[in-house]
């Protein structure tokens, strides 16, 4: 991928200072507004490429909408529950987070949560500050020898077993993700929710907030877990059902509870905070020295790594850039896009497309089907009405545009290695296109059937035709466009003599009309690469 300028930044939210200086230290502008109002922060949004946030921030779809220049949001932090991922990718803005800047404090406080539940510490700590003297009524139980089911078992969850382990207790897990002998080289047997809430003594949840996990702890996995489960949350209000954890409180099926989360921050609904069997924290997970530092620094690093071409860490709505940071594939993605441009360029009258087959071939290419596929498609949607397509927003763009896309690799078949091949499906009709890049440079070496004999170099202003063979073709076509003040740079004509063919030629400039070609050729079509 070609490095993405970044040249301002806004910092919504108090980060550490270290991100601001980094930014600044590798020639970006840097501006600090905290606690802007959403108005305010619409009204700002649009001078900045880029905005860095920690959870305060909303960064809703009217926020996104409102940023015409915004390329990246940078999360200072774990999760962007705070951001509409979906408004940002739709806009072809990269939303990107700190994965491990707050994995150690996040899993230290669930931990302490734990021990908390296991010894009643705050609760006697509160009766000892009351003048109270009371060693029976905190009467607690040992961590060593319990179960404790770790549901997700990502970067802190396995932080948190480790921990654990340490106290003697046994660690089961679920994760749809993990495979089962990773987690078990961390000491964690892995088994399915049903079969881990019976076994459990304590249950903390590590899970992103999705549908798929939202009130996963509930009246109904309550009821199938041991009579007195101690719980704890740590990562997402609303993972555990908050009406069915203070009815398990109340009926005992629940013996305690760490929340360090809530559905409503801060809660307007005190009765889980108050319960004497809950001990509550004002969403401290990452407020540490460390994390804070940590994870402002790892957002600027990594905004800085993007910039500068080396990588990309973090991004969770772009994963087709990944492995495009490389001069290989920098040349791959200028190919899609070139074939794709061509035949948006070729078939402009056959539009809408219904179908697109993309396939790689060749062993160079097996690993870029994926960013091949979307480099082709922004090639193709590129000029459409207010259309702005990228790498990280072309495939919604098609779908949303009822556009059916496949990819397929295949091996190399001699000398055919590394080509991309592309066959659009438009108006009844098959149009079809292959390119491959030859010296650093894209080349098309077919289109619509037309072989050509010398590859075609998808550089600067290129004008194609499609006619039959004829002696006085290119001359009757040279002349016409020297009346334009056109000059032919280039000429690249079909290996096959007979018939309607596509020609190639290169041009000082395009033409202003192409309808002066008609009497000469077939079709006509004209861009610049």
């Known amino acids: 991928m ?22 600044e230290e590798n020639g970006i502008r840097v501006t600090e507004k905290p606690n802007m109002k959403k108005d305010e922060l619409m009204a700002q949004i649009k001078d900045y490429d880029g905005l860095v946030v920690r959870s305060a921030t909303k960064v809703t779809a009217d926020v996104i909408n409102a940023a015409d220049n915004l390329k990246i949001i940078g999360r200072a932090g774990t999760g962007v529950d705070n951001v509409d ?53 905190f009467m607690g139980a040992e961590l060593y020898g319990k179960v404790l089911g770790i549901v997700g078992l990502g970067r802190i969850g396995k932080e948190v077993s480790s921990r654990m382990q340490s106290f003697g207790m046994r660690t089961i897990g679920y994760d749809p993700i993990t ?27 590590h899970t992103p907030l999705m549908p798929s996990t939202v009130g996963l702890l509930n009246d109904e996995t309550f009821a199938k877990c041991k009579k007195g489960v101690k719980v704890v949350n740590c990562a ?39 319960h004497p069997n809950v001990v509550s924290c004002p969403h401290l997970g990452a407020s540490t020295k460390e994390a804070q530092a940590r994870c402002g620094e790892d957002i600027a690093l990594q905004i800085v790594d993007m910039v500068k071409g080396k990588s990309l860490v973090g991004a969770v709505n772009a ?19 070139a074939v794709g441009a061509v035949l948006q360029s070729c078939t402009t009258s056959k539009k809408p497309f219904k179908h697109v087959q993309i396939t790689t071939q060749g062993d160079c290419m097996k690993s870029s089907t994926g960013y091949m596929t979307s480099s082709v498609l922004v090639g193709l949607l590129n000029h459409e009405s207010g259309c702005c397509p990228n790498l990280i927003n072309v495939l919604s763009l098609a779908k949303e545009s009822g556009i059916t896309v496949n990819q397929t690799h295949c091996a190399s ?24 890049v030859h010296g650093g440079v894209p080349v098309l070496l077919e289109l619509s059937d037309s072989v050509f004999r010398q590859p075609v170099s998808l550089t600067g202003n290129l004008l194609f035709f499609k006619a039959s063979a004829s002696p006085q073709l290119l001359s009757s076509v040279a002349g016409l466009l ?24 290169g041009v000082s400039s395009l033409p202003t009309d192409l309808g002066a070609l008609k009497p000469l050729v077939k079709e006509a079509a004209q861009l610049t690469i």
């Open 236 to 274: 997402r209000g609303g993972i555990i059902d908050e009406d069915a954890l203070l009815r398990a409180l109340e009926s005992g099926q629940c013996g305690g509870a760490g929340l360090d989360v809530f559905v409503e921050e801060p809660p307007k609904n005190r009765s889980l905070i108050e």
């Open 482 to 505: 020297a009346s334009e003040g056109v000059e032919i740079e280039s000429f690249s004509a079909p290996a096959e003599r007979s018939g309607d063919l596509w020609y190639c030629v």
């Open 85 to 137: 991922v979906d408004a940002a990718t739709k806009k072809g803005i990269i939303v990107m987070n700190t994965p491990s800047g707050n994995t150690i404090s996040a899993a230290e406080l669930t931990c302490a949560l734990m021990m908390s539940l296991s010894r009643n510490v705050p609760q006697a700590a509160m009766s000892m500050k009351q003048g109270n003297w009371d060693r029976k009524k």
């Open 2 to 23: 070609a490095p993405i300028s970044i040249k301002t930044v806004l910092i919504s939210e108090s980060v550490d200072p270290r991100c601001k200086t980094i930014l």
């Open 179 to 205: 495979p089962t002998e990773v987690s078990a080289s961390w000491g964690v047997e892995q088994m399915s929710l049903e079969q881990l809430w019976p076994h459990c003594d304590y249950i903390t949840v």
């Open 319 to 337: 994963p087709v850039l990944v492995s495009t940071f490389s001069q290989d594939a920098h040349q791959l993605i200028k190919l899609g896009e």
């Open 413 to 436: 078949d001699g000398a055919a290695s590394g080509v991309c091949k592309v066959e659009i499906g438009a108006d009844g009709c098959s149009f079809k296109a292959s390119g491959s």
